[in-house]
């Protein structure tokens, strides 16, 4: 079993009706004069804040003391819009609600006070038009692999509102559970199988984490079967580069030396698009960690924090 290096707790903060549950790992020094800014962490799509561990473990006592890292669970995961007796509080998600709860829970717990801000994934987007939106909330952004979509053109939005409203029918009527299992071991196996790079030891620490048993023994995954349902407002490209124009804080974007994009979009976009996206960003830069996949703060931990304390410094 994986052993944390550095203890978390929870927190629960309420954010626009939401009892939003966020987890803080605190460095030994943090109550100083001269603690340092918080260090905020956002998971991807169907991730939990609790998938930071691995990576809070590899930070350098150095780098830790002092420093405050906060994670949320976004809404819809984790424990964040979870019903007491199960099932969600939401049957749809709109991404702008990500920036709001984002700047929220900056104001709870850094009022005032520019932060670092480090998103995968979806979070890795979600930091990107939020560093635009409020400039002068951000002091350095790290963006792992938040590629951002391809681009949609205006002819797609009567389909995809339609697809909208299919899914939240098909939600309705059950359709899009999520699949469960029958112990923790299950859950693990899930997240080898989803990523071969996973070691037993950390699937099986964030397997506890990722789902949670219900009333009858059965494991259920801690995601909202509603984010299955296609979004129904467009990525617009020409949109994100304004935000991402507007972007004052030093930019660093981190990618696996495997291409994801290739698996992911199989052509319809691709790494070198992205690169030429991240030119509109006024000061970024590109690293890229080796022997790792789309999941980099559980490949590589240590290369990846190192990377960040690098640039953070």
Same mark, same amino acid.
């Given at each position: 079993?994986?052993?944390?290096?550095?203890?978390?707790?929870?927190e629960?903060?309420?954010?626009r009706?939401?009892?939003?549950?966020?987890?803080?790992?605190? =460095?030994?020094?943090?109550?100083?004069?001269?603690?340092?800014?918080?260090?905020?962490?956002?998971?991807g799509?169907?991730?939990?804040?609790?998938?930071?561990?691995?990576?809070?473990?590899?930070?350098?006592d150095a780098?830790?003391?002092?420093?405050?890292?906060?994670?949320?669970?976004?809404?819809?995961?984790?424990?964040?819009?979870?019903?007491?007796?199960?099932?969600?509080?939401?049957?749809?998600?709109?991404?702008?609600?990500?920036?709001?709860?984002?700047?929220?829970?900056?104001?709870?717990?850094?009022?005032?006070?520019?932060?670092?801000?480090? =998103?995968?994934?979806?979070?890795?987007?979600?930091?990107?038009?939020?560093?635009?939106?409020?400039?002068?909330?951000?002091?350095?952004?790290?963006?792992?692999?938040?590629?951002?979509?391809?681009?949609?053109?205006?002819?797609?939005?009567?389909s995809?509102?339609?697809?909208?409203?299919?899914?939240?029918?098909?939600?309705?009527?059950?359709?899009?559970?999520?699949k469960?299992?029958?112990?923790?071991?299950?859950?693990?196996?899930?997240?080898?199988?989803?990523?071969?790079?996973?070691?037993?030891?950390?699937?099986?620490?964030?397997?506890?984490?990722?789902?949670?048993?219900?009333?009858?023994?059965?494991?259920?995954?801690?995601?909202?079967?509603?984010?299955?349902?296609?979004?129904?407002?467009?990525?617009?490209?020409?949109?994100?580069?304004?935000?991402?124009?507007?972007?004052?804080?030093?930019?660093?974007?981190?990618?696996?030396?495997?291409?994801?994009?290739?698996?992911?979009?199989?052509?319809?976009?691709?790494?070198?698009?992205?690169?030429?996206?991240?030119?509109?960003?006024?000061?970024?830069?590109?690293?890229?960690?080796?022997?790792?996949?789309?999941?980099l703060?559980h490949?590589?931990?240590?290369?990846?924090?190192?990377?960040?304390?690098?640039?953070?410094?």
């Amino acid at each position: 079993m994986y052993l944390e290096k550095r203890s978390f707790h929870s927190e629960f903060v309420p954010v626009r009706g939401l009892s939003y549950h966020v987890r803080v790992w605190r =460095g030994p020094d943090h109550a100083s004069p001269a603690a340092l800014p918080p260090l905020v962490l956002a998971h991807g799509w169907m991730d939990v804040a609790a998938s930071w561990q691995f990576m809070a473990d590899a930070f350098s006592d150095a780098f830790a003391a002092g420093r405050t890292l906060i994670a949320p669970d976004w809404r819809g995961f984790g424990q964040t819009g979870l019903l007491p007796g199960g099932g969600w509080q939401a049957d749809s998600y709109w991404f702008a609600d990500y920036l709001a709860d984002l700047d929220f829970l900056l104001e709870h717990y850094a009022p005032g006070q520019a932060v670092d801000l480090v =998103g995968h994934s979806m979070g890795g987007n979600v930091a990107m038009l939020y560093a635009g939106a409020r400039p002068a909330r951000i002091r350095r952004l790290v963006n792992l692999e938040g590629f951002g979509l391809p681009d949609s053109r205006p002819s797609q939005a009567p389909s995809r509102m339609a697809q909208w409203m299919d899914g939240l029918k098909s939600l309705e009527r059950g359709e899009l559970a999520l699949k469960s299992y029958g112990d923790v071991h299950g859950v693990a196996s899930r997240l080898m199988k989803t990523n071969p790079r996973l070691t037993p030891d950390k699937a099986r620490w964030l397997a506890g984490h990722w789902a949670r048993p219900d009333a009858s023994g059965r494991w259920q995954v801690l995601g909202n079967p509603a984010h299955k349902i296609p979004g129904a407002q467009l990525y617009r490209v020409e949109e994100a580069q304004e935000f991402h124009r507007r972007i004052s804080a030093p930019v660093l974007a981190i990618e696996a030396a495997s291409d994801s994009m290739q698996a992911l979009w199989q052509g319809r976009y691709s790494l070198d698009e992205y690169h030429e996206r991240l030119r509109q960003v006024p000061d970024a830069r590109v690293a890229v960690i080796q022997e790792a996949g789309h999941m980099l703060h559980h490949d590589q931990p240590e290369a990846l924090a190192g990377l960040i304390e690098g640039f953070l410094a």
